[in-house]
C-alpha cells in the first residue's frame, strides 16, 4: 500500500511538472516572472487536482458528474485565458530611391512601435543604417529591410514624413502598398501591422491551462460533491457560473467617447437627442456646436491612389473597424474611404486637389480648417468617384455626455431637419477607425458598441463581474437554506415565531424594492457609473468601489446592484433569525421576531440597503462578514468541520472589504484574529492561519493597485491628496477656535501649512464641521501636497491635540455627533446640521435640477422620470432621517466589549472591532457623513441577538435541527 502511494505521488508530481512546462514551452525564449508564476499555479492546481481525486469519497456518478462540470468549467475559463499568439505575416520595407517631384532626397525613416516591445521582433537589411530604435536608408537603394519576429496586437510601422523623404514599398504578407513620404511640414505615418494569430505554440499553452483547470477543478468538484448537499451544489454551480461570466465578458469593452462625422449636413448641427431605451426625453438634449458638410462633384473616373493632391495639408486615413489601419485606401462601391485633415502651414493656404488624366478638381476646404476637426469621404459608386468635406463633426464625452446606456440618438440641424450619412470613429494609439452607423426613421441613428484597447482596469472589473455573478448564486442558495431552515424550525414548536420572521422580512425587502426601484442614487453615487464608461479609475472614492460596482455595470444595469444588496441585507436577517431560533429557548423565542418586525422598520438599515454608495456597500458587506464568520464558528465549535468553500467565500469578502476602505484593516484583522483564536485557541495553528489571512489582507491592496494603476506616480499624488482631508477639518478649526488654547508659534505653523494645500483664509471663512467643502473649493489653487507637508500636517494634528485636548474634543464631537445621527455641536456657534438634507440622505433621481437628472438618465440607464413612486421614496428618505442614530449601538458595542468575553467572546471581538472602527472615524472623518458608520448602525443592531445566540450555543444546549 505504501508502494502504491509513492507511485501515485510521484505520477501527480510529473504530471504537474509536465503541465507547468506544456504552458512555458511558447515563451520559452521570452520567460518572465509572471510567466514562471502562472506555470507554478498551474503545476499547483493539477497536483492539488489529482491529490483530491486519488482521495474521492463519493459514488461513481457524483464523480462523474463533478467532472462534467469542471470539464465546462475549465473550457469557459481556458478559452477566455489570452494566449501567446505568435503567427504572423511577411514584412519587408523597400526604399525604392524614387521620391517626389519637391523632395530634396529618397529618405526613409522607420521603426516599429509596439507597447509589448517583444525582444524577438528585430529589423534585418543590408544598406540601412540603425539608430537607436530607428532604421534609416538614404543611399544605395532600393534597399529591402525585413521585420523577423512577431508583435502584439496594436503593432505599428512608424515612418517619417518630411521635405527629404522619399518613396517606400510596404509588403504585409500578400499585400503591398506604396508610400510617397514626402510632406514640407514634418510629421509621422503609423501603419497598423496585422494582428497576430494563433499558432500551435498558444494552442499548446491553451491546452495546458484548460487541463490544469479541469484537474483542479474536477478536485474541487469531487470534494464538494462528497455529499452532494444544496451549499455543495450552489458552490458548483456559483464557480461554473464565474467561469461562464469571464468567457462572456471576454470581449467587451468601455464605451469611451462617442465621435461622429456627418457627411449630409447641410447646415451646422445644433443638438443630440439621446436615447437611453425608454425614448427620448426633453432632458437628453445635448447642444452642439459644428460646421457643416459640403459635398464635391463627381469624378467620372475610378479612384487611384496618386489622384489625390495636397498641399499644406495633412491627410490621416482612417482604417474601417476590425481592420488594419493602411497610409492608402481604394474607395469601392460599399466601402468609402475616410481621411482627417489637418492644416501643416499657419503661413500657406491648404489645398486639395483629385487630379485625373483631363482636369484637376479642387476640392473646396473650409476657411476654418486649422481650428475645427475637418474630414474627407471618397465614394466610388458606378457612376464615378465623390469627396465630401465634412466639419459636421460631435464629441460626446464619457464624462458627462455619453454612457454605454445610450441605445440610439438623432442629430438636428440649425435649419431644420437631422444630419445622414454618419460614421463613427474611434480614435487611439492603436489606429484610427471609423463604422458606418445606420439611420432609422426621423434621423435616428442606431449605435453599435466599438472594440477599444483593455485596460487594466477593465481586467479587474470583468474580474469583479465575475465573482458578483458567483456571488448572486450564492445568495439565492442562502437564501433557500434559510427560508428551509425556518420551515423546519416552524415545524418542530415555533410556527408563529419563524413565520413572522419570514413573512416580516419578505414583506419589508419587497415592499423596500418597490418603493426605491430601481436605486437610492446617493450624492456621490455616479462616480463609479462614470468611471466604467472610460474603462480607467480614480482614487477619489478608493480602490475596490468602482471596481465592484463597475463589475455590476458590465453584467448589466444599475438595478442589479439594488437586486443584490437587498438579497445581502435579506440573507443576514433571515440568517441571524435562524442562530437565533435554532438556539434560545422558548422564553427567548421572540427575539427575532422584534427584529424583523419592529426593529428593521425602526431604524436607518432600510436606506443602507437600497443606497447606491460606497459606505452602504462597505456596511452591507460588513454585516455579510461578520454574520457568515460567526455562524462558521458556532458550527465548528459544535460538529469540528465547516464547509471549506464557505471559508473561501469568506476569504474573498475580506479581500473586497479591504479594497472597498482602507480603514477596514484594523476591524478585519480584530475580525479575523480573534475569531480563529476563539475557534482553535492560542497556539501554532492560530499563528499560522491568522498569519497568512493577516498577509492576504495587507497585500491586497498594494498588489491590486499595481496592476489596475500602470502610473504609479499619479497614483501615489492621489493618495497624498486625499490623505490630507482627514487632517484639514480640526486643523483648520483650530485657527477658528484655538487662537487663544493653542501657543503662537504653534498656530502660526498650522496657518501656514493648511495654506500649501489650500486658500486657508477662505477655508477660516467658510469652516463647518459636518464637511470640506471649503477645501473642494480652494484645493485646485495649490500644489499637490508632498510627502514632507502631509508628515508635517500628521505631526501638527497630534501636538494641537496635546495642546488643547478639550478644544480637540469638542471639534470631533461635533463632527462625530453627526456621524451617529445628533448634533452634539458645542462650539458656541450654530452651523446647518440638517440630516435631511445629508449627503446620506440624497437621492439623485428625486433631484430637481435638470442638470443632475440628465446626468443621471445618461449614466445609470434608468428612465428620466426616476422612481416609479417618488413620493413613496421621499417618504423613506424622510423616515429614515428621523430613525438615524447609532448611539444605542455605541453604548450596546460598549457594553458586549466590556462584559462579554466570559460568555460571549465572538459578539465581544465584533464589538470591539467596531469600537476600533468608530474610534477610526471619531480621530479622522473629513466630514459628518451618517453612512460613514452604516456599519455600526446594523451591526450594532445584531450584536444582542448574536450574543444571545452564542450564549445558549456556549451552554451545551441542543439546538433545533
Not at 359 to 372: E, F, G, H, V, Y
Not at 472 to 499: D, E, H, P, Y
Not at 823 to 828: A, P, R, T, V
Request: proline content about 5%; some cysteine.
Amino acid at each position: 500500500m505504501n508502494r502504491l502511494h509513492t507511485t501515485r505521488f510521484f505520477w501527480h508530481i510529473a504530471l504537474a511538472l509536465a503541465g507547468g512546462l506544456a504552458y512555458l514551452a511558447p515563451l520559452i525564449s521570452n520567460l518572465s516572472t509572471a510567466a514562471l508564476l502562472k506555470a507554478a499555479l498551474a503545476s499547483s492546481g493539477i497536483y492539488l487536482g489529482l491529490r483530491c481525486l486519488s482521495a474521492r469519497r463519493g459514488t461513481r456518478n457524483a464523480t462523474l458528474l463533478a467532472c462534467a462540470f469542471a470539464l465546462v468549467a475549465a473550457l469557459l475559463l481556458g478559452l477566455s485565458t489570452p494566449m501567446v499568439r505568435d503567427s504572423v505575416p511577411s514584412v519587408s520595407i523597400t526604399a525604392t530611391g524614387d521620391r517626389n517631384p519637391q523632395s530634396l532626397s529618397s529618405e526613409v525613416f522607420v521603426s516599429l512601435i509596439d507597447q509589448s516591445s517583444p525582444a524577438a521582433s528585430v529589423f534585418k537589411g543590408d544598406d540601412w543604417e540603425q539608430r537607436g530604435d530607428v532604421y534609416v536608408s538614404y543611399q544605395r537603394q532600393p534597399a529591402t529591410l525585413v521585420l523577423q519576429g512577431g508583435w502584439s496586437d496594436g503593432a505599428s510601422l512608424n515612418f517619417v514624413s518630411h521635405d527629404h523623404s522619399g518613396k517606400v514599398i510596404v509588403d504585409i504578407g500578400s499585400n503591398r502598398s506604396t508610400l510617397d513620404l514626402y510632406a514640407a511640414q514634418a510629421h509621422s505615418i503609423s501603419l497598423a501591422l496585422p494582428v497576430p494569430e494563433l499558432s500551435w505554440r498558444g494552442l499548446l499553452q491553451q491546452a495546458a491551462i484548460v487541463i490544469a483547470l479541469a484537474v483542479f477543478l474536477a478536485g474541487v468538484y469531487v470534494r464538494l460533491f462528497s455529499p452532494l448537499t444544496v451549499w455543495n451544489a450552489g458552490l458548483a454551480l456559483s464557480v461554473l457560473c464565474t467561469a461562464a461570466t469571464v468567457w462572456t465578458l471576454q470581449d467587451v469593452s468601455y464605451s469611451g467617447a462617442l465621435e461622429i462625422v456627418s457627411f449630409d449636413a447641410p447646415a451646422p448641427a445644433a443638438q443630440a437627442h439621446l436615447n437611453t431605451g425608454y425614448g427620448y426625453s426633453s432632458l437628453l438634449v445635448i447642444p452642439l456646436q459644428t460646421g457643416q458638410s459640403q459635398r464635391s462633384q463627381q469624378v467620372h473616373q475610378a479612384y487611384d491612389n496618386n489622384m489625390l493632391r495636397a498641399q499644406a495639408l495633412r491627410l490621416v486615413p482612417y482604417g474601417r473597424a476590425q481592420n488594419a489601419v493602411q497610409s492608402t485606401c481604394r474607395p469601392t462601391q460599399d466601402k468609402p474611404c475616410l481621411y482627417e485633415l489637418l492644416s501643416t502651414s499657419a503661413d500657406t493656404a491648404p489645398t486639395l486637389q483629385l487630379s485625373t488624366r483631363d482636369s484637376n478638381l479642387t476640392i473646396p476646404l473650409p476657411a476654418d480648417i486649422s481650428t475645427r476637426r475637418t474630414f474627407l469621404l471618397l465614394e466610388q459608386d458606378d457612376i464615378g468617384l465623390t469627396a465630401t468635406v465634412s466639419q459636421a463633426y460631435i464629441n460626446l464625452a464619457p464624462w458627462n455626455q455619453f454612457s454605454s446606456h445610450v441605445e440610439s440618438l438623432a442629430i438636428s440641424l440649425e435649419s431644420s431637419g437631422y444630419a445622414q450619412k454618419n460614421f463613427r470613429l474611434q480614435t487611439s494609439s492603436h489606429g484610427n477607425r471609423f463604422l458606418p452607423l445606420q439611420t432609422l426613421s426621423d434621423g435616428e441613428i442606431a449605435l453599435t458598441p466599438v472594440q477599444r484597447p483593455t485596460t487594466n482596469s477593465l481586467t479587474a472589473m470583468k474580474a469583479m463581474a465575475a465573482m458578483v455573478s458567483g456571488s448572486l448564486v450564492m445568495l439565492l442558495v442562502t437564501l433557500f437554506q434559510a427560508t428551509r431552515s425556518l420551515l423546519q424550525i416552524a415545524g418542530r414548536g415555533r410556527c408563529v415565531q419563524a413565520s413572522l420572521c419570514l413573512l416580516a422580512s419578505f414583506a419589508w425587502f419587497g415592499l423596500l424594492a418597490i418603493i426605491s426601484w430601481p436605486a437610492i442614487l446617493g450624492w456621490d453615487g455616479l462616480s463609479p457609473y462614470v468611471q466604467v464608461q472610460t474603462g480607467q479609475i480614480s482614487l477619489w472614492y478608493g480602490l475596490g468601489y468602482p471596481l465592484f460596482i463597475g463589475g455590476f455595470l458590465l453584467l448589466g444595469p444599475g438595478w442589479l446592484v439594488t437586486i443584490w444588496s437587498l438579497l445581502v441585507g435579506l440573507v443576514i436577517m433571515l440568517g441571524v433569525s435562524v442562530l437565533s431560533l435554532r438556539w434560545s429557548p422558548k422564553r427567548f423565542s421572540w427575539l427575532p421576531v422584534i427584529l424583523t418586525v419592529l426593529l428593521l422598520p425602526l431604524s436607518a438599515i432600510s436606506i443602507g440597503v437600497v443606497t447606491h454608495l460606497r459606505d452602504a456597500i462597505n456596511g452591507l458587506m460588513l454585516g455579510a462578514f461578520v454574520v457568515l464568520a460567526f455562524s462558521l464558528v458556532i458550527q465548528y465549535r459544535c460538529k469540528k468541520t465547516v464547509p471549506e468553500g464557505a471559508c473561501i467565500w469568506l476569504l474573498i469578502i475580506a479581500c473586497i472589504l479591504a479594497l472597498l476602505r482602507i480603514d477596514n484593516l484594523p476591524t478585519l484583522i480584530l475580525l479575523s484574529v480573534g475569531f480563529i483564536a476563539i475557534s482553535f485557541g492560542w497556539g501554532l495553528r492560530t499563528l499560522v492561519i491568522s498569519g497568512v489571512v493577516l498577509g492576504i489582507l495587507i497585500s491586497i491592496n498594494p498588489l491590486v493597485a499595481r496592476f489596475v494603476l500602470p502610473d504609479q506616480t499619479a497614483a501615489a499624488n492621489e493618495k497624498r491628496l486625499y490623505a490630507s482631508t482627514a487632517l484639514i477639518n480640526p486643523l483648520t478649526g483650530m485657527l477658528i477656535y484655538g487662537k487663544e488654547a493653542l501657543p503662537a508659534p504653534l498656530y502660526a505653523d498650522i496657518k501656514a501649512e493648511l495654506n500649501q494645500i489650500m486658500d486657508v483664509d477662505h477655508a477660516i471663512n467658510n469652516w463647518t464641521p459636518y464637511n470640506v467643502v471649503y477645501w473642494h473649493q480652494t484645493s485646485n489653487q495649490r500644489p499637490l501636497p508632498s510627502d514632507a507637508v502631509n508628515k508635517q500636517l500628521q505631526h501638527l494634528y497630534v501636538r494641537s491635540m496635546i495642546e488643547a485636548p478639550l478644544l480637540f474634543l469638542k471639534l470631533r464631537t461635533a463632527t462625530f455627533g453627526t456621524i451617529l445621527g445628533h448634533d452634539w455641536n458645542s462650539l458656541g456657534k450654530n452651523y446647518d446640521a440638517n440630516p435631511a438634507a445629508h449627503p446620506s440622505f440624497h437621492d439623485h433621481l428625486l433631484n430637481p435640477d435638470p442638470h443632475w437628472r440628465q446626468q443621471t438618465a445618461i449614466f445609470t440607464g434608468f428612465s428620466t422620470d426616476g422612481h416609479p413612486y417618488p413620493g413613496a421614496s421621499q417618504a423613506l428618505l424622510t423616515w429614515n432621517a428621523k430613525m438615524a442614530s447609532s448611539v444605542g449601538q455605541l453604548l450596546i458595542c460598549l457594553l458586549v466589549a466590556l462584559f462579554g468575553w466570559r460568555r460571549a467572546p465572538l459578539s465581544s471581538v465584533i464589538a470591539l472591532s467596531l469600537l476600533a472602527r468608530s474610534a477610526i472615524f471619531f480621530l479622522f472623518a473629513p466630514a459628518s457623513v451618517f453612512l460613514y458608520l452604516y456599519d455600526l448602525h446594523f451591526i450594532g443592531i445584531l450584536i444582542p441577538f448574536l450574543a444571545i445566540t452564542e450564549y445558549f450555543s456556549r451552554s451545551h444546549r441542543k439546538p433545533i435541527s
